[in-house]
Nanobody, 127 residues
Framework: QVHLEESGGGSVQTGGSLRLTCAASVPSDSKYCMCWFRQVSDKKREGVACIDSVYFATYAASVRGRFTISKDSANHKLYLQIYNLKPEDSAMYYC?????????????????????WGRGTQVTVSS
């Protein structure tokens, strides 16, 4: 397992932007699948974006074109840039990492596949 810590959440109005950051204690030469998930109350945790060891990024259809996932392996950071926020984007956002999946595609994984999680950062979008 690795230590993950999210930051950058907040309260914004519809149409606003945020950049979420995940500080990860992942070795620079490691091969991890890293994803951002979000969860509202007791609903199922939903994957929104993933990036794998070769920097291949995939997105949920609901966020494609508005969310961009990226990583800075040298500085052990994972980012989620969010543009044009909508009220339905309001959720707790979590960073997840898994070293058993050097290659991953969001549509082919689930939150149960990940062994390392951060505590989350809250995003609230008001209309």
């Amino acid at each position: 397992q690795v230590h993950l810590e999210e930051s950058g959440g907040g309260s914004v109005q519809t149409g606003g932007s945020l950049r979420l950051t995940c500080a990860a204690s992942v070795p620079s030469d490691s091969k991890y699948c890293m994803c951002w998930f979000r969860q509202v109350s007791d609903k199922k945790r939903e994957g929104v974006a993933c990036i794998d060891s070769v920097y291949f990024a995939t997105y949920a259809a609901s966020v494609r074109g508005r969310f961009t996932i990226s990583k800075d392996s040298a500085n052990h950071k994972l980012y989620l840039q969010i543009y044009n926020l909508k009220p339905e984007d309001s959720a707790m956002y979590y960073c997840a990492a898994e070293d058993r999946m050097p290659f991953c595609i969001l549509g082919g994984i689930s939150y149960v596949d990940f062994g390392s999680w951060g505590r989350g950062t809250q995003v609230t979008v008001s209309s």
